[in-house]
């Protein structure tokens, strides 16, 4: 159990520290955010992108201690950086300073990319005051509509990284609006199924409750008054969102109204990747290399 971004940070300062590979880094605030990480003891970076852009930035930003690739375009950028990953001479992937599309399609390259053998999907983490715990959501940021069969994938790549990082038999809520299975609502059909085979050992060791909805889910005063006999109320792990609407404007709520703390990353690759916005704050930058620092320590 992780209850905290501070207790994720302790705990890869117990590790080795980290190379991480960030492409296209001539972005002055994310360098601020590496140098933060730096001084924490938990990343080296190998900055990609021109030379001089990229030497000029991390001296504004006040690292010392670097390694830089040239690269003259950011597709050179991105598939260099993707390249430090896949020959291992970097254990972490971030985006800097480029166009997500040309840093996906670097990373999904047949030939040169880290994409793993499943579906792609996003995964988040968030620290929220009223929570005892991180809660740890998927998939609010790639996959729009996700059927039965690519929800699998989302629940499989959730609960990898969640046993990487240390849950031993993690709590997942498949979220809808009810407990009902109703065959005109898909999100329930699909919930009980997932649920159904999670108890027959198809996800390895979880517990996994669906259809459930979000009251039932975190409280248990809710669970008891509608009659819900729930193993996990009060304590989940992992939010499985029916589609992308659910969980980004759940995360986004928690975010705005809550003021909770978040970091997040790219699942189904052969290595950790962060991809990240250039809007997020330094704080949320530096809780998202710990969080891919920390998976890639397994």
Same mark, same amino acid.
């Given at each position: 159990m992780l209850l905290s971004f501070k207790e994720m940070i302790r =705990?890869?300062?117990?590790?080795k520290c980290f190379r991480l590979s960030v492409a296209a880094a001539d972005d002055i605030e994310l360098l601020k955010a590496v140098k933060m990480a730096? $001084?924490?003891g938990i990343v080296f970076p190998i900055l990609v992108g021109q030379k001089e852009t990229v030497q000029k930035a991390a001296e504004a930003a006040g690292l010392q201690e670097y390694e830089i690739i040239h690269s003259v375009s950011p597709e050179e950028s991105a598939a260099l950086a993707v390249e430090m990953v896949k020959e291992g001479k970097a254990d972490v992937l971030m985006k800097g300073a480029?166009? @997500? #599309?040309?840093?996906m399609r670097?990373?999904?390259?047949?030939e040169n990319g880290i994409r793993g053998d499943g579906l792609l999907s996003a995964f988040a983490a968030y620290e929220i005051k009223e929570y005892h715990k991180l809660i740890f959501c998927s998939d609010s940021g790639i996959n729009v509509a996700p059927d039965v069969e690519q929800k699998k994938d989302i629940l499989r790549n959730s609960l990898q990284?969640?046993? @990487?990082?240390?849950?031993?038999?993690?709590?997942v809520a498949v979220l809808t609006s009810n407990e009902i299975v109703h065959p005109k609502v898909q999100a329930t059909v699909d919930a009980d199924i997932l649920s159904k085979l999670a108890s027959k050992g198809a996800f390895g060791s979880c517990i996994v409750e669906g259809p459930i909805s979000f009251d039932v889910a975190f409280d248990p005063e809710a669970a008891k008054h509608k009659g819900? $006999? #729930?193993?996990?109320t009060g304590d989940v792990d992992l939010i499985l969102s029916p589609n992308i =609407?659910?969980?980004?404007?759940?995360?986004?709520s928690w975010l705005t109204l809550g003021k909770a703390k978040w970091a997040g990353l790219v699942l189904g690759t052969q290595h950790p990747v962060i991809l990240g916005s250039r809007?997020?704050?330094? =704080?949320?930058k530096i809780n998202s290399i710990a969080l891919a620092c920390l998976m890639a320590s397994s």
């Open positions: =705990e890869v300062q117990t590790k730096v $001084d924490m480029i166009n @997500t #599309s040309h840093y670097a990373i999904l390259d047949r990284a969640l046993h @990487t990082l240390g849950f031993a038999t993690p709590k819900v $006999d #729930s193993a996990i =609407e659910t969980g980004n404007v759940l995360g986004k809007s997020d704050s330094a =704080e949320v």
